[in-house]
């Protein structure tokens, strides 16, 4: 199905659904400027080794690479403005009688789009905490001056206890926030339409979600201009980006 092609079975889903829930990947902050991870040119798989930055082992042997690392995404992001595929999905949980929103965004721009109550599945780049007593740690909402290139830079000290802070993210090899998975599972459990949006569908547990939506009856329901795993099981593949295809299916579903 191209972007071309909205059926009405889907605008049908979306007005009777009783309970939505949008799970959310790096696909929807990308035409805000933020790389994805795994696209072949631009993510940024293809240019850093996720082992020698997005583990707790890589934290552990270089803290200030990978600080450094993340102060870079972390202003980037900063410098980056929510765009129509946020503002959308913000829009379309009020006229949803009930929803869900579920991110693997660690960039909080679904929040700074106006949604609410958003479960942030691999936490947050601007809540960063304690490598040792896990004590929470505040940072300047401002990009730091000069801005940082994405060079060694060593963390702050944690004032209670003294250790290094670190990116409050999950990383490979880490549990997500189990409140956070637990509230994401149950909903997944009982909506009865989810969106999956610009996401490869390839990082666990998250990929469970569509997965137990699906066995429980609920349409699932893909928007990503390329095919990823989770086609097969989709009731619907839309193909084109989240920016050009979620206004057009809120205006067709809710004409103003
Ligand atoms: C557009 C678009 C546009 C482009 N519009 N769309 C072997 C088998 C199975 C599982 C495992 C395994 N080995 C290890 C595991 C577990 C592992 C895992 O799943 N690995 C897989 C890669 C195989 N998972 C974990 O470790 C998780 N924890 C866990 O499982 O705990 C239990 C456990 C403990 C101990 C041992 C084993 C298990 C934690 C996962 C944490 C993921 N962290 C990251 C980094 C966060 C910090 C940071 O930002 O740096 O999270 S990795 C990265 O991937 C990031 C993302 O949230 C996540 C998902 O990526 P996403 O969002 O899907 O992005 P892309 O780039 O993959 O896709 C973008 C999509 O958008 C593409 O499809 C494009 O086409 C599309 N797109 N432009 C719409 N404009
Ligand atoms: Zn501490």
């Given at each position: 199905m191209t972007d071309h092609q909205l059926p009405g079975a889907l605008l049908a889903w979306l007005r009777g659904a009783a309970h939505i829930v949008v799970l959310t990947g790096a696909g929807v902050s990308q035409e805000s400027g933020i790389p994805t991870f795994r696209d072949t040119l631009s993510g940024f798989w293809s240019r850093f080794d996720p082992m020698q930055l997005a583990t707790p082992e890589a934290f552990d042997a270089d803290p200030s690479l990978v600080w450094g690392w993340y102060e870079w995404r972390r202003s980037q992001v900063l410098g980056c403005q929510p765009i129509a595929a946020h503002r959308a999905i913000a829009e379309l949980a009020s006229h949803a009688r009930k929803l869900t929103l579920v991110t693997q965004?660690?960039?909080g721009l679904h929040e700074r789009a106006g949604s609410r109550d958003v479960l942030c599945l691999h936490g947050s780049l601007h809540r960063p905490y304690c490598r040792g007593c896990r004590s929470t740690y505040a940072l300047p909402q401002e990009a730091p001056d000069p801005a940082p290139s994405g060079q060694p830079m060593r963390p702050p000290a944690c004032p209670s206890c003294g250790d290094h802070i670190r990116p409050g993210v999950v990383w490979f090899g880490e549990m997500l926030p189990a409140e956070t998975w637990a509230a994401s599972e149950e909903a997944a459990d009982a909506c009865d339409l989810l969106l999956s949006i610009g996401?490869?569908?390839?990082?666990?547990p998250a990929t469970a979600l569509p997965e137990i939506a699906h066995r429980n009856g609920a349409k699932v329901v893909q928007i990503n201009p390329e095919p990823t795993s989770l086609d097969p099981l989709a009731d619907l593949n839309l193909r084109g980006t989240a920016a050009r295809l979620l206004p057009r299916l809120l205006r067709a579903a809710w004409p103003s």
């Open positions: 965004n660690v960039d996401t490869s569908s390839l990082v666990y």
